[in-house]
T-cell receptor, first 114, second 113 residues
């Protein structure tokens, strides 16, 4: 069974440029999560989807970050414009549903903003 | 609100020695607790989880953790460290709603030959 797929794995951009990250969850997983992991820290939830609905985006900086999950499968996280402080690893995870289920994590996208 | 504290951002042990990684949590309700491992340039992998059944939980790769309500702790142990155990370990607590996890800051385990 394929795991959570993320692309790109690495991205280097200059500040003020836009960037997008893509996530393909495990087949059949209804719940999808985007996490931000700063260097040397634990992941922090940005947004959670139940199917195509964003049910918790309270930690998403909405002035520059946006996300979508069309058709309740793949998801895209966008930053526009990127700032130096956005340099981090962006992790995507999925679970079967929102019960006490294991979250399966992708390898992440490491973003460097110059 | 839930929170997790991992004491010791770096732990170094010799190969074959006991591994002890500490995790204390704060939760207003009976918690669900998790330990994840992260190898370099990889995502997080679940080691084990506590979901209010047995207080001693066994996980993969020989790891186990004991839930102690009186101490609000969920420390991770392994009797004998292996070189392949070198990684970052994260303790997490699940919120009541929506399977959201709050992670600790992580502990980097180094294993010396």
């Amino acid at each position: 069974e394929a795991g959570v797929v993320q692309s790109p794995r690495y991205k280097i951009i200059e500040k003020k440029q836009p960037v997008a990250f893509w996530c393909n969850p495990i087949s059949g997983h209804n719940t999808l999560y985007w996490y931000l992991q700063n260097l040397g820290q634990g992941p922090e939830l940005l947004i959670r989807y139940e199917n195509e609905e964003a049910v918790d985006d309270s930690q998403l900086p909405k002035d520059r970050f946006s996300a979508e999950r069309l058709k309740g499968v793949d998801s895209t996280l966008k930053i526009q414009p990127a700032e130096l402080g956005d340099s981090a690893v962006y992790l995507c995870a999925s679970s079967l549903d929102a019960g006490v289920r294991e979250q399966f994590f992708g390898p992440g996208t490491r973003l460097t903003v110059l | 609100a839930q929170s997790v504290t991992q004491l010791g951002s770096h732990v170094s042990v010799s190969e074959g020695a006991l591994v002890l990684l500490r995790c204390n949590y704060s939760s207003s309700v009976p918690p669900y607790l998790f330990w994840y491992v992260q190898y370099p340039n990889q995502g997080l992998q679940l080691l084990l989880k506590y979901t209010s059944a047995a207080t001693l939980v066994k996980g993969i790769n020989g790891f186990e953790a004991e839930f102690k309500k009186s101490e609000t702790s969920f420390h991770l142990t392994k009797p004998s460290a292996h070189m392949s155990d070198a990684a970052e370990y994260f303790c997490a607590v699940r919120s009541n709603a929506g399977n959201m996890l709050t992670f600790g800051g992580g502990t980097r385990l180094m294993v010396k030959p």
